[in-house]
């Protein structure tokens, strides 16, 4: 049995992602069909097939640009990753998809914009917009907020 609960009215709903408690100071390991890098603007974008893996967590996306961070210290960094064109996260039990997705790595938080949809085990949550805090595991959905959450009864 699966109870349908829509928190429209609310406009947002506070969520733990205990699942998506992320360190986001380990390596970043990105494949793709295609890379295309530009110098001048200190970005590259991935095309095609694009897999991110840091840690347990992954991503996948159609295309996913990359920005790096500028300065004198930051030897070629990643400050932030933009994946667009059928974005899927993906840590423990927990996966999120959307439209769109923005990683910022030095605060640790993903922005998930579009047709979003959170699966935690059986339980799915819907919303325009969610964003996830991957250091405390805990995020915020936005929009019209829709819960299926299972019940275990037959």
């Known amino acids: ?9 609310f406009a947002q709903a506070d969520i733990a ?3 998506l408690k992320h360190d986001s100071s380990l390596p970043i390991e990105i494949s793709a069909d295609q890379l295309s890098v530009d110098q001048a603007s200190g970005q590259a974008t991935f095309i095609g097939n694009v897999l991110i893996g840091q840690g347990d967590m992954r991503l996948s996306a159609g295309k996913v640009q990359v920005e790096y961070a500028t300065g004198a210290d930051t030897k070629g960094e990643i400050s932030r990753l933009h994946a667009s064109d059928g974005v899927t996260l993906v840590n423990g039990s927990e996966a999120a998809e959307a439209r769109e997705a923005v990683y910022t790595i030095e605060t640790g938080t993903v922005i998930m914009t579009g047709d979003v949809i959170l ?6 949550l819907s919303s325009d917009k969610m964003t996830v ?4 595991g805990t995020g915020q959905m936005d929009g019209r907020v829709k819960s299926i959450i299972q019940t275990g009864a037959n």
């Not at 049995?1 to 009215?9: F, Q, R, S, T, W």
């Open 1 to 9: 049995m699966a109870i349908c609960l829509p928190v429209a009215a």
């Open 17 to 19: 992602f205990g699942g």
């Open 119 to 124: 699966t935690q085990g059986p339980n799915a």
């Open 133 to 136: 805090n991957l250091r405390t």
